[in-house]
């Protein structure tokens, strides 16, 4: 079903006093937007929901007709794509790297239509319809990393993520290589699941860890990370959690259990990625969509940080710690050693 977004949400609240609706625009390339989940739901708390709130946000700016399709399975991938395209839709988002094959061949079979691919990336020679927005999840892990080893009384820390691809690998890969900045000597868990899906199999995961001594949880897998965090928390131990803020996700502001044990959030500013992207479209600006490459978000660009602790008892000393390595991230004085395409570690020289 389409509708049209007008007040449906602030942009200052949603998006920080940093984003400012722009005057009309010219020669505008879209008028309507379709957005595609990945497995999951607009509502999850994780990658999904920023997307789908950063259209929302542009769809208020811009007068934008908006829908959006709760991808049920892997397998519907195309079937979601063909019904945007079908349904007239001037511009379509996707969202993962699991959809990416189907969105290329979406955006070379339908010229006309221009696609947004989070956490996708776009190969050399793609057709010019087709952006991809990546992001320095290593950057984002690396800070929260380096956080939980600040926070650790155990000395023992450990992460949860979903399927290995690229994002989840950058993020596991920052996590341990930023913990390790701050102690080489920490002893880092950690496990992949194949589902982001599966909140049981996260929770089994982070009970198990915590029955090994570890006291700080990291959840990066989408429902899965979420799943594990939230048990950890209602047990007593600390949790990171991920894409956005998950303080008003998972912990619903602070009403769920545990809420004061979620000392941060590995940030990845999804909702900002769209938004611009849309408004790029609007504006007629091909050069700033960078159709047929892909985009990066880094802490040089505000794309990742760190959520505050909210509840939670962390240090100011701590919070200062953090800070300081982010503006090392950002002026290049402090690397992760994890490849920010593939999420391998570097071989240091």
Not at 71 to 89: K, R
Not at 164 to 192: S, T, W
Not at 314 to 343: H, M, N, Q, W, Y
Request: net charge negative; glycine share 12%.
């Amino acid at each position: 079903m389409r509708m049209k977004m007008a007040g449906l949400l602030g942009l200052a609240a949603l998006c920080g006093a940093a984003w400012v609706a722009p005057a009309a625009a010219q020669e505008a390339l879209i008028e309507s937007v379709c957005l595609v989940t990945d497995v999951g739901r607009v509502n999850d708390g994780t990658f999904n929901q920023y997307a789908y709130e950063g259209m929302l946000a542009a769809a208020e700016d811009f007068d934008l007709e908006v829908t959006f399709i709760e991808t049920q399975a892997q397998t519907d991938y195309e079937a979601n794509l063909a019904t945007c395209v079908d349904e007239g839709y001037d511009a379509v988002i996707t969202v993962g790297f699991l959809i990416a094959d189907a969105t290329l061949a979406a955006a070379e079979a339908n010229p006309d239509v221009f696609f947004i691919g989070v956490d996708q990336f776009v190969p050399e020679g793609s057709p010019t319809n087709y952006v991809g927005v990546q992001f320095r999840e290593d950057e984002a892990g690396f800070l929260v990393g380096a956080m939980a080893a600040l926070m650790t009384e155990s000395g023992t820390i450990a992460g949860v993520y979903g399927i290995d691809i690229p994002p989840v690998v950058k993020f596991r890969n920052g996590f341990e290589q930023g913990a390790r900045f701050i102690n080489p000597d920490i002893n880092v868990l950690g496990v992949y699941i194949d589902s982001f899906t599966a909140r049981d199999r996260g929770a089994s995961a982070a009970e198990q860890f915590i029955g090994e001594g570890a006291d700080v949880i990291f959840g990066a897998g989408g429902p899965t990370g979420s799943g594990a965090i939230a048990f950890a928390a209602s047990a007593g131990a600390l949790v990171i959690g991920v894409d956005q803020d998950e303080y008003f996700t998972t912990f619903l502001g602070g009403e769920a259990a545990g809420a004061e044990n979620i000392i941060t959030s590995a940030v990845k500013r999804v909702d900002q990625s769209v938004y611009l992207s849309l408004k790029a479209l609007v504006n007629g600006d091909l050069e700033t969509f960078g159709g047929g490459g892909t985009r990066v978000l880094s802490a040089a660009n505000d794309g990742i940080g760190f959520a505050p602790p909210h509840d939670a008892d962390v240090p100011e000393a701590v919070i200062e710690r953090v800070t300081a390595i982010l503006e090392g991230l950002k002026d290049g004085s402090i690397e992760t050693g994890v490849d920010p395409i593939t999420g391998e570690l570097l071989k240091m020289m």
